[in-house]
């Protein structure tokens, strides 16, 4: 069961409209634990905010229950695990707050409200992606 995405959808394309929001996300993301920044050393970092940006989509997708969108994050789950980029759930936290942040900076209609709404939705897809962590690559 999904959730009503329309807001975040409203406020996404409002960022990714204006700005360099990408940029500002990963300025954010990489100074916010030092554990970060070495895992994108050898990073083409414009390379990887087309993959952020398509990223985000499939997570409004999944929290919205689309099947595009689970697809999507399942990849993104299976990548993530410790046998692949071994992303610890210990940093998603920092991916979040950092996220959120500059949708805050760059979201001119920004309110908690909306937040709660980013939080909530992300929160779905992160939880997602960690119970996959430990599992072997490939499986489901």
Do not use: C
Not at 35 to 62: C, H, S, W, Y
């Amino acid at each position: 069961m999904g959730i009503d995405i329309s807001d975040i959808q409203a406020s996404f394309g409002r960022v990714t409209t204006k700005g360099d929001f990408f940029g500002r996300f990963y300025d954010i993301f990489l100074a916010s634990n030092p554990a970060i920044g070495p895992r994108f050393v050898n990073t083409d970092l414009e390379a990887q905010k087309k993959l952020l940006r398509q990223g985000v989509n499939l997570a409004i997708m999944f929290a919205a229950g689309n099947t595009i969108g689970v697809s999507g994050i399942g990849r993104i789950r299976d990548s993530h695990q410790k046998g692949r980029l071994d992303i610890p759930p210990a940093l998603y936290p920092y991916w979040l707050d950092s996220f959120i942040k500059a949708m805050a900076e760059m979201d001119s209609q920004w309110t908690p409200a909306l937040e709660k709404q980013w939080r909530d939705a992300l929160q779905k897809v992160i939880n997602f992606i960690i119970e996959g962590y430990d599992q072997q690559a490939g499986a489901a």
